[in-house]
């Protein structure tokens, strides 16, 4: 897994956060936060991600629509309880099931209240120039009444996002791209070149949901991850 993540991954050095001008407000170091802990930071392409791990795996490893309602864990081992009826056993079970993780409500008893906000992220992924910005740099804009991001998941490949009062609210109707080029007019230059090297089919629209994190997230066998553990949507 780690050498198909150093093969998808582009490591975070730096975050650079500007302002609706495009003023300096903050660099993070974040390579000094990966070296720290002995981990790097990094944006990556979670399709592309997936699908290597399947290759890794086995297709035959992967199970749908099969719906867990239990974890139970003894010394030696971990179970997933479906509602079938059947289980699986294994060393570990982790629970990458998401914002409303039955691991993390059910199993480890941390039950999150999700709080939905007013305005909805667009997000994307694109294949820009890379003399855009250099390899290895995330960037942030703190616009107003929006706020955007982009870093690199491959060469000349990003993932980005947009959100905030002037992007979309929840009430509102599907946002076109050209609708949305129109919103970001008064952000830095870089938020429109990103958003107009994006096919049509590569941005989606998704609800921003969040809540407190929960204070354990991991016995000896059973561990959160994601989605679940930062319960950021």
Known sequence: IGQILHELDIQIDESHIVDQKNHPILTLPIHQASESIHAPSMDVDRRQLQEELIELLGAENYHFNREVVAVEETE???SLVFA???????DLALGCDGIHSIIRDKFLQQPVKLE???YD???GIATIDPAQFPSGHHIQVWGL????GVGWVGDDRVRWFVGGQDIAHTSEPP????????RVAKLPEIVAATIEATEEDQIVR?????GFPPKLWHTKRVCLLGDSSH???
Do not use: M
Request: overall charge positive; hydrophobic content about 30%.
């Open 76 to 78: 030696n081992d971990a």
């Open 84 to 90: 079938d009826g059947s289980r699986v056993t294994g």
């Open 116 to 118: 939905h906000g007013d």
């Open 121 to 123: 992220c667009i997000e």
């Open 145 to 148: 009444k929006a706020r955007f």
């Open 175 to 182: 946002v076109s791209k050209a609708e949305l080029l129109k």
């Open 206 to 210: 998704v609800q921003h949901r969040h």
């Open 231 to 233: 319960t950021l949507s």
